[in-house]
């Protein structure tokens, strides 16, 4: 908890930092990713272990890759026709309520591919969120919770965690980030590696920026 809260208050603060400095600003991604990677690795040298304890590891990527990929078939349709009823729903709404719930209302989806670079940018950017928060959560925070807490709460804890940690862009409904986070932890409790659960946050990342293209 103490290293969540510190990697979380120090991206707070570059996140202030940024309202005034654009370049700190355009900076705030990747120092996130540099964050979920180097501090989780830092603390379990001092522990005596290192990163394939906490699930870096492919020797099970088979596995892995069946069941993100399977779980991905199964959860994005169902995902995709939320969103397409979701907003709908949305635009019956108060204003006031509609932006505590979606940053969006009434848009429908078209399913449009936007080949571009910025596109393109958007995809490798999340590639590199995707792992290393599943690193620093499904991998790092979970595997020190599991030696206090049964797998359930560990991985309770975790995606809660997760959820706050996404207010650091203020919005009530960036708290919805708690339910795929649970599909993580399944995954990741399957092979007891975090390659699975990347591969489908990612997925599930980049789908969401088709459906909202």
């Not at 969540?4 to 990747?30: D, K």
């Not at 399913?111 to 393109?120: M, N, W």
């Not at 690193?135 to 206090?148: D, K, P, Q, S, V």
């Not at 986070?181 to 659960?197: P, S």
Request: hydrophobic share 60%.
């Amino acid at each position: 908890m103490t290293v969540w809260a510190a990697v979380i208050l120090g991206l707070a603060i570059v996140q202030a930092i940024g309202l005034a400095v654009p370049f700190v600003h355009s900076l705030t991604g990747a120092l996130a990713v540099a964050a979920f990677l180097y501090v989780p690795v830092r603390m379990l040298e001092k522990r005596g272990q290192d990163a394939h304890d906490a699930g870096w590891r492919f020797d099970r990527l088979g596995a892995d890759l069946a069941w993100s990929l399977g779980a991905s078939a199964l959860v994005l349709p169902l995902f995709t026709a939320a969103f397409w009823m979701f907003p709908r729903w949305l635009a019956v709404l108060p204003a006031a309520l509609r932006a505590l719930l979606a940053p969006y209302a009434g848009a429908g989806v078209d399913f449009r591919f936007p080949f571009t670079l910025d596109f393109a940018g958007q995809v490798a950017g999340n590639a590199a969120v995707a792992f290393s928060e599943e690193f620093f959560y499904r991998g790092y925070l979970t595997m020190r919770f599991e030696e206090r807490l049964r797998p359930v709460p560990s991985a309770l804890l975790a995606a809660a965690l997760f959820a706050v940690g996404h207010l650091l862009t203020p919005a009530p409904w960036r708290l919805a980030v708690f339910f795929p986070a649970l599909l993580f932890a399944f995954l990741r409790n399957r092979t007891r590696t975090i390659v699975g659960a990347s591969v489908c946050h990612f997925l599930c990342n980049v789908w969401l920026l088709v459906l909202q293209s």
